[in-house]
Every structure is written in structure tokens, then in C-alpha cells.
Nanobody
Framework: VQLVESGGGLVQAGGSLRLSCAASGFNWDDGTITWFRQVPGKEREGVAC????????QLGDFVKGRFTISTDNRKTTVYLTMNDLKPEDTAVYYCAGGRTPRIRIKTWNWLYLYEYWGQGTQVTVSS
């Protein structure tokens, strides 16, 4: 399994970006792909999740109404569409894949449930 993120960059506050996670070799049986983000000195936090375990998506409270997560028809790429970006959204964004039924609506942002990680892509939002 290989997860490769792309689409990060520098954007002004209020702008938009779309991140992509190319998921090669990922089996979606009990499968979940989640976007996390991390800033230096802070824990990695869950941003958005799409899962076959609960047949839907989950979003962190801090991005609801601004970010959406989606896939292409073949589920080979997972997108994170980010609108109305704020300086506090500045972080390295990671794509993570997990293949366990333990990833549920209440546990989707538990880091240890994910076994596959991408290398991350930097998002910087200027004020």
C-alpha cells in the first residue's frame, strides 16, 4: 500500500485548496482513509474521514462547513477540498489508511488505528 499526498501550497486566508491522496494497493474492505494534520509541537489531529465501516464521512468540528472529503469513482484517490482557509489551518496534512472495523464514528481520529501513512503535504495560509 502506498499513500501519496499532493496539492499543498501557500494560499491567502479565505482561499481554497484541494488536496489529493493517491491510494495504490489499498483494499477498501473494512477500509478507512482519513486526513490528519499536524503543526510543530502539537499532536496530529483528525481532519476528515471517509470509511466503508460506517458508509459515510466524518469531519472535525473545526472544519465543518468549510472542508469536504470525497473520492473518485474507483476510490483510488481521496480528496480533501478546503474552502475559506484560515491561518490556523496551516499544517502538514497527512493521508492515513486503516483496515480495521474498529474505525467507527467515535474512533475515526484515533491515530493508532491507522497502519498506512503518506509523507505529508504542507499547507500554509497567510493572513
Amino acid at each position: 500500500v502506498q499513500l501519496v499526498e499532493s496539492g499543498g501550497g501557500l494560499v491567502q486566508a479565505g482561499g481554497s485548496l484541494r488536496l489529493s491522496c493517491a491510494a495504490s494497493g489499498f483494499n477498501w474492505d473494512d477500509g478507512t482513509i482519513t486526513w490528519f494534520r499536524q503543526v510543530p509541537g502539537k499532536e496530529r489531529e483528525g481532519v476528515a474521514c471517509i470509511s466503508n465501516n460506517f458508509d459515510g464521512t466524518q469531519l472535525g468540528d473545526f472544519v465543518k462547513g468549510r472542508f469536504t472529503i470525497s473520492t473518485d469513482n474507483r476510490k483510488t484517490t481521496v480528496y480533501l477540498t478546503m474552502n475559506d482557509l484560515k491561518p490556523e489551518d496551516t499544517a502538514v496534512y497527512y493521508c492515513a489508511g486503516g483496515r480495521t472495523p474498529r474505525i467507527r464514528i467515535k474512533t475515526w481520529n484515533w491515530l493508532y488505528l491507522y497502519e498506512y501513512w503518506g509523507q505529508g503535504t504542507q499547507v500554509t495560509v497567510s493572513s
